[in-house]
């Protein structure tokens, strides 16, 4: 079955970069493209970005624009998405999810952890 | 990009039926058949219930419907249930950035009283 198993969590200063995986299984990994969700702790479902696996294009949401990075590794049906300069307001669990003009399936989440 | 809005909360007693509007603008919700809508219960992963509007994937209630009129998508749940208590969140595609972009609703806590 389609599945998607990300890395687990991660404890970052402020400042520091993080950067997390997400791996695919049960489909051609190149046929579809990957979203990063993010989500604060009791807050909503915020849109990061999406990257094409073949070829690597990406579309990043603007307010990340500058810090962010998503890459692929077909060789490996991996995702990964990189932040830098982290601040507290970077913490929270953030959610691979495959793309089909929706999202199905996600990942069961890496919560990311940032304080000094 | 703004988030799109959704009422933050929304209750209803068992059997009810209840609505969640989703509002946007001309290019999301008002201007692509694509809106999804996902059900999340507490700590828990999201879940699609509807996608492209008003079509639902294998498994999910019947219980669920979802329509669109102009910049504002619906999600109807009928015969609510104790099950049914979570958050929900309309997602749109978007192109106010110029680019192909998503943007998810601000969310909305659904009580089952």
């Known amino acids: 079955q389609v599945q998607l198993v990300q890395s687990g969590a991660e404890l970052k200063k402020p400042g520091a970069s993080m950067k997390i995986s997400c791996k695919a299984s049960g489909y051609t990994f190149i046929s579809y493209y990957m979203h990063w969700v993010r989500q604060a702790p009791g807050q909503g479902l915020q849109w990061m970005g999406i990257i094409n696996p073949n070829g690597g294009r990406t579309t990043y949401e603007p307010r990340f624009q500058g810090r962010i990075t998503m890459t692929t590794d077909t060789s490996m049906n991996t995702v990964y998405l990189e932040l830098s300069s982290l601040t507290s307001e970077d913490t929270g669990v953030y959610y691979c999810?495959?793309?089909?003009?929706?999202?199905?399936?996600w990942g069961q989440g890496t919560l990311v952890t940032v304080s000094s | 990009q703004s988030a799109l809005t959704q009422p933050a909360s929304v209750s209803g007693s068992p059997g009810q039926s209840i609505t969640i509007s989703c509002t946007g603008g001309s290019s999301d919700v008002g201007g692509y058949n694509y809106v999804s809508w996902y059900q999340q219960h507490p700590g828990k992963v999201p879940k699609l219930i509807i996608y492209d509007v008003n079509y639902r994937p294998a498994g999910v209630s019947s219980r669920f419907s979802g329509s669109k009129s102009g910049n504002t998508a619906s999600l109807t749940i009928s015969g609510l249930q104790a099950e049914d208590e979570a958050d929900y969140y309309c997602?749109?595609?978007?192109?106010?950035?110029?680019?192909?972009?998503?943007?998810f609703g601000t969310g909305t806590t659904v009580t089952v009283l």
């Open positions: 997602c749109s595609y978007s192109s106010s950035t110029g680019s192909s972009t998503r943007v």
């Open positions: 999810a495959r793309d089909a003009r929706w999202f199905d399936p």
